[in-house]
C-alpha cells in the first residue's frame, strides 16, 4: 500500500510538472508574439459611415502612425445600431491587438440608453484619447436677444419652456447635454430633435429654434462665415479657438461635456500591446501635418493615454447613466 501510495504521488507530481512546463512554453511563447508585435497589418474598425467625422478624422490619424508604428492600419467602416454593431463586432474579437476599434461618446451613451451589447468600461481595453469635441450652445449672430451668456440663461430662467434649443436627435449627447445645461442652471429649456446635425443647422439658421446643442467642430463652419454667437463652452477652460467666450463654469454653471473621441481594443488585449498603439498615436497627434489638417475640419485635439482615458470614460458613462434617468422620469 505504501509503494502504491508513493507510485501515485510520483505520477501526481509528474502530473503537475508537465502541466508546468507546458504554460511556461504557452507563456513564453506568447511573450515572443508579444515582442514582435505587430507582424501584420491591424484592422481598425471605425462604427460609423465612411466620409463622417469620426471616419475622416480617424483616416488622418493613421496616415501619420503608421511610420511610428511600424505596421499599416486597415480602416473599416462596420455602421449601424448608433455604433454598436462595429464597436460588439471589435470587442468579441481575439485580445491580440490586430482587431481595434473607435470609440466615441455616442458609443457610451447609446449603452446607458438601452441594453446593450457591451458594457464600455468592462468590455474594454482603453488605447488612448485623441479628440476632445467640447459641447457648447450657439444662438444666431443676428438675435438681438442674446449678446451674451448671462442674457441666454436669464431668457430661459424667465421663460420657462419657451427656449428652444435644436439637436441631432433625442439621447443623443446633444439633447443630454441641455438636460445638464436645466439641472447645473435651475432652467427649463425646451430640446428640439433633428434628423441629424445638418438638420438642426438648417432649422435654427431658418429661424424656427432659438439655438443649437452642438460640439465646436460641428459649429465651426458657421462661425467661420460669422452666422453665429457662441454663448459659451462646456470645458473647464477657455477653448484656445475661442478666447472671447466663457465657460459655463465662469458663469456659476457646473457644466462640463464634450464629445470625445478615442480608440478601445478587446478587454485582455495585452498592455505592451495597447502601450505601442497609444504610442504611435500620440506621436501622431505631435505632427504639424496632423494638427494642420485637423485644425481645418475644426477638431480640437487632446491625447490622453490608456489610464487617463480609461478614467475619462468611466467618468462619461456614469455622467450619462444619470442624465439618462431624467428621460424615463
Not at 98 to 118: D, E, G, P, V, W
Request: charged share 20%; net charge positive; with cysteine.
Amino acid at each position: 500500500m505504501m509503494k502504491m501510495s508513493i507510485g501515485a504521488k510520483k505520477r501526481g507530481w509528474v502530473v503537475w510538472f508537465i502541466v508546468a512546463v507546458v504554460l511556461s512554453v504557452c507563456a513564453l511563447a506568447f511573450a515572443q508574439q508579444q515582442l514582435k508585435y505587430p507582424e501584420k497589418p491591424v484592422t481598425l474598425i471605425v462604427p460609423f459611415s465612411a466620409g463622417g467625422g469620426t471616419d475622416v478624422g480617424v483616416r488622418i490619424l493613421v496616415k501619420y502612425a503608421e511610420k511610428y508604428f511600424g505596421q499599416s492600419f486597415l480602416v473599416v467602416n462596420i455602421e449601424g445600431g448608433g455604433s454598436e454593431v462595429g464597436v460588439s463586432r471589435a470587442l468579441k474579437s481575439p485580445p491580440d491587438g490586430y482587431i481595434i476599434c473607435s470609440f466615441n461618446s455616442a458609443s457610451i451613451i447609446l449603452t446607458t440608453m438601452r441594453k446593450a451589447s457591451y458594457h464600455p468600461v468592462n468590455d474594454v481595453e482603453p488605447i488612448c484619447l485623441v479628440v476632445s469635441d467640447p459641447r457648447l450652445f450657439a444662438v444666431r449672430a443676428d438675435d438681438p436677444r442674446f449678446k451674451s451668456a448671462k442674457d441666454f440663461i436669464e431668457y430661459a430662467k424667465q421663460n420657462p419652456g419657451k427656449l428652444t434649443i435644436g439637436t441631432s436627435g433625442a439621447g443623443t449627447s446633444g439633447h443630454l447635454s441641455i438636460l445638464a445645461l436645466n439641472k447645473a442652471a435651475g432652467v427649463e429649456a425646451r430640446p428640439v430633435h433633428f434628423g441629424g446635425a445638418g438638420e438642426s443647422r438648417a432649422a435654427f439658421l431658418g429661424g424656427h429654434i432659438d439655438a443649437v446643442a452642438q460640439t465646436y467642430g460641428e459649429v465651426y463652419p458657421l462661425l467661420r462665415e460669422g452666422k453665429v454667437r457662441i454663448i459659451a463652452v462646456a470645458t473647464e477652460e477657455r477653448l484656445p479657438e475661442l478666447t472671447e467666450t466663457p465657460t459655463f463654469k465662469e458663469l456659476g454653471i457646473n457644466l462640463v461635456i464634450s464629445s470625445n473621441r478615442g480608440f478601445v481594443a478587446p478587454k485582455g488585449t495585452p498592455r505592451d500591446i495597447i502601450n505601442k498603439i497609444a504610442e504611435a498615436f500620440k506621436k501622431a497627434t505631435e505632427e504639424p501635418g496632423f494638427l494642420d489638417e485637423m485644425k481645418k475640419m475644426g477638431l480640437p485635439v487632446k491625447y490622453l493615454g490608456p489610464e487617463e482615458w480609461g478614467a475619462l470614460i468611466k467618468y462619461e458613462y456614469e455622467l450619462y447613466s444619470e442624465l439618462a434617468k431624467q428621460l424615463t422620469k
